[in-house]
């Protein structure tokens, strides 16, 4: 083989090993995308069948047990920490076994009895498949933090397939909430002085709402019990009110 072809070759094969890295990226890329479509549809399952059974109580009940719904997709930064963390190569297998959190639908409520409610109305549906239950509302964290948590699966059919996904649900009161937006901000800042005095502090008032919580609840009850006498006109204009129910 002659020496002045040795150069052609070597730009030949260092072009065809950059590209073998390009497809492999490529794939990586791909394979991401495609892991996060699968938990982005479960958000919107999940979400669908929250606003269903939002929509079934307005209608038969006249309120809704949902004040507002949120959901988010964990970002690639945070799939990858909470990898390191668990000491797990964040191969889309890995991710999909250890990872419970990566679609997240938050739903806030207005009373402590409308979590249970809802959460039992989800898991009790035939294609919701409840993995782990975690109740901090009985059993509050030692910050005080308190929401129900839950790890559901839930069938996502696509053209060719189905999918099993996995996801998290937090359901919770408009207080809870209040509390664990404001304790979020609190506990990232850094250097506090006197720090126990402030943990103590959130505490307090995590106590202080899961009061009001209480308090609300009981008044609703016995506001519900107390039946009050109507004509057949009130009673016929308040069927007409469910009907004129937007239900789109």
Known sequence: MERENLPEMVRGAGRNMLMGQAMDLL????DYKELMMNYACAIKEINTKFEVL???????YKRNPISSIQTRLKSQTSILEKMARLGVPPTRENIEYHLNDIAGIRVICSYIDDIYLLADALTKQDDIKLIKRKDYISNPKPNGYRSLHLIVSVPIFFAESVKEVKAEVQIRTIAMDFWASLEHQIKYKKNVEHAEKVIARLKDCAEEIAHVDETMQEIRIEMDSIKEETTDVETLYEKLKKININLI
């Open 54 to 60: 939002d929509t079934e109580f307005e209608v038969r």
């Open 27 to 30: 794939d990586s890329v791909l």
